[in-house]
Nanobody
Framework: QVRLVESGGGMVQPGGSLRLSCAAS????????MSWYRQAPGKERERFAR????????SYTDSVKGRFTISRDNAKNTVYLQMNSLKPEDTAVYYC????????WGQGTQVAVSS
């Protein structure tokens, strides 16, 4: 059974940092491109960060570029998201996504940025 489990979410003040993790089981993450999506209340789910299978290529939307960093450790079947300089508009449920022969989603982790 394939599972993607996100962790590391929580509440943080503006300007703070969080590090999310996505642990994959039941699949070899080294065969999948991995992405982070988020969905804010009343908005559509959006992809904002992606990393290639080998980890040598990453891409970000302008809204997070320079503040967020996606990385992966294929030996641990884990993808990370380092989030710095967090803003209230980063508040959302954050989802991990694996895309290869099939597509898999995690259950999401809540991130709330508020003073």
């Amino acid at each position: 059974q394939v599972r993607l489990v996100e962790s590391g979410g929580g509440m943080v003040q503006p300007g703070g940092s969080l590090r999310l993790s996505c642990a994959a089981s039941g699949l070899s993450s080294s065969r999948y491109a991995m992405s982070w999506y988020r969905q804010a209340p009343g908005k559509e789910r959006e992809r904002f960060a992606r990393i290639s299978i080998t980890g040598d290529s990453t891409s970000y939307t302008d809204s997070v570029k320079g503040r967020f960093t996606i990385s992966r450790d294929n030996a641990k079947n884990t993808v990370y998201l380092q989030m710095n300089s967090l803003k209230p508009e980063d508040t959302a449920v954050y989802y991990c996504n694996a895309r290869g022969e099939r597509v898999y989603w995690g259950q999401g982790t809540q991130v709330a940025v508020s003073s």
